[in-house]
């Protein structure tokens, strides 16, 4: 990878009148600001439509395309301007857009049919998860050709805005996800590839004290091998074909997986099952050439996953918010200890903003006030700052000047936003992934941006 700073923002994220970011004007301005930032990767989150809790890591499908990015609908329902997405208004009125559109099909995907039926019959049994359908319910073929349709018109946006990021020397990074929805196309047409007994999880982190259960049926890894792993093997070429790099979350999960009794409330009750291990990457490799994908291999990550993450040459995380606590990876986190093949963060998706982090005073399931307060006493000495520094640009120095190939800003750190911007808090189930930035981002930003870049060789 070549030395590189990028930013994360979903699109979901983006200004705009319409409810929720789209894939229309505002992304193509959001790229010219890249531009002029000296950024070289726009990273989002998983972009198919999605399921339980608005969450990008719970989608109907691991193909698909999430309609609500589509462009050019004229909505303009309840909260069309504000700083949150209101999913309960937005979606049904954005919806109601898209059926009056005139949309073409012209798509040709093998996982097209069973993912348009599937939503069909989703729509005909009033939104119920698929093991609750009516068998008497047939799906309505206007219905059916309709979600096509969606799925075209999504894929022809994103090629579109991908070729605009491109041409200014953007790459697009992707996400994701190990696992997928129990309620989702790819389950309900090859329920034989799930076990439904067991669910994912993590065991206790520095997240949550009682670890984070997913909930998502655990691949049966065998019979995934006897069939030359193919449904992994076109999940990553369409993955691939979408994104110029791909973050592979959760990375340890195929060294080995904790897995859950699917009657558990927490993820504590779990164990470590040992899963597909180099044979997965090996033929993935053989199929679709060297792997252009990040490992997110944060959490308890043994030698055994770091042997597979280095043999195949694939660069890991790192989180400077986690630099500075008691964790025992802490000291991997420090970027004085980075090595040039590593994807460096302020934070991600599941951590607070930097200022956010910052204002913390602890009291948490896995920081008291006197963690915290160690925790910033050590912050304070390492990025060289006093209580009144903007500590997000701090951290955002710290990283630029580092020797990790690409490091990349979650877009609320570059704005300085606290807590109230934050996209996700692990182990909760409602009030995430709604965070919209207020207004465009701005000139003397992406100016501080590029001269950083500039200075650390970034551009």
């Known amino acids: 990878m070549e030395r590189a700073s990028g930013i994360l923002l979903h699109p979901t994220s983006l200004p705009g009148p319409g409810g929720i970011g789209d894939l229309g004007e505002e992304a193509y301005r959001f790229a010219d600001w890249l531009a002029e930032a000296g950024q070289k990767i726009w990273q989002v989150l998983p972009l198919g439509p999605v399921g339980y809790g608005e969450s990008p890591y719970q989608l109907f499908s691991a193909f698909a395309g999430n309609p609500m990015l589509l462009a050019g609908t004229g909505s303009q329902g309840p909260g069309a301007g504000g700083a949150r997405v209101e999913f309960e208004n937005v979606v049904p009125c954005k919806m109601a857009a898209l059926r009056a559109a005139a949309l073409k099909a012209d798509i040709e995907e093998p996982w097209l049919a069973d993912f348009a039926r599937f939503m069909a019959l989703k729509v005909a049994n009033h939104g119920k998860p698929w093991w609750e359908w009516d068998p008497a319910i047939k799906a309505d073929e206007r219905e059916v050709e309709f979600q096509r349709r969606l799925q075209a018109e999504f894929f022809r946006q994103w090629r579109a805005l991908k070729r605009y990021c491109n041409d200014r020397g953007i790459r697009m990074m992707g996400d994701l996800p190990i696992y997928v929805a129990k309620d989702s196309a790819d389950v309900w047409a090859r329920p034989e590839l799930f076990r439904f007994d067991v669910v994912a999880g993590v065991p206790p982190d520095y997240f949550s004290s009682t670890g984070q259960l997913w909930g998502n049926p655990i691949y049966r890894w065998d019979r995934l091998k006897k069939d030359g792993y193919a449904w992994w093997v076109e999940r990553m070429r369409a993955a691939l074909t979408m994104f110029d790099l791909v973050r592979v979350d959760h990375f340890r999960g195929f060294e080995a997986y904790w897995e859950v009794p699917a009657q558990e409330s927490t993820a504590v009750n779990g164990r470590w099952v040992a899963g597909p291990g180099a044979d997965l990457f090996l033929v993935l490799d053989r199929a679709l050439g060297q792997l252009p994908i990040v490992a997110e291999n944060l959490g308890v990550i043994t030698p055994e996953v770091e042997a597979i993450r280095e043999g195949f040459g694939l660069p890991g995380m790192a989180i400077l918010q986690f630099a500075f606590g ?39 399931s896995t920081r008291t006030a006197d963690d915290v307060t160690a925790e910033k006493r050590k912050a304070k000495a390492y990025l060289g700052i006093e209580d009144e520094a903007p500590v997000n640009w701090a951290m955002i120095r710290e ?61």
């Open 326 to 364: 008691k964790d025992p990876q802490a000291p991997t986190f420090q970027p004085h200890n980075y090595p040039r093949n590593l994807v460096a963060y302020t934070g991600t998706h599941d951590n607070d903003t930097a200022i956010g982090w910052w204002r913390s005073e602890g009291g948490d």
């Open 399 to 459: 990283l630029m000047k580092s020797v990790a190939d690409t490091v990349i800003f979650p877009m609320q750190d570059v704005l300085g936003l606290g807590s109230e911007a934050r996209m996700n808090i692990p182990s909760t189930a409602s009030g995430n992934w709604r965070w919209r930035m207020s207004d465009r981002a701005r000139a003397e930003d992406a100016a501080r941006l590029r001269e950083m870049a500039e200075l650390y060789g970034r551009v």
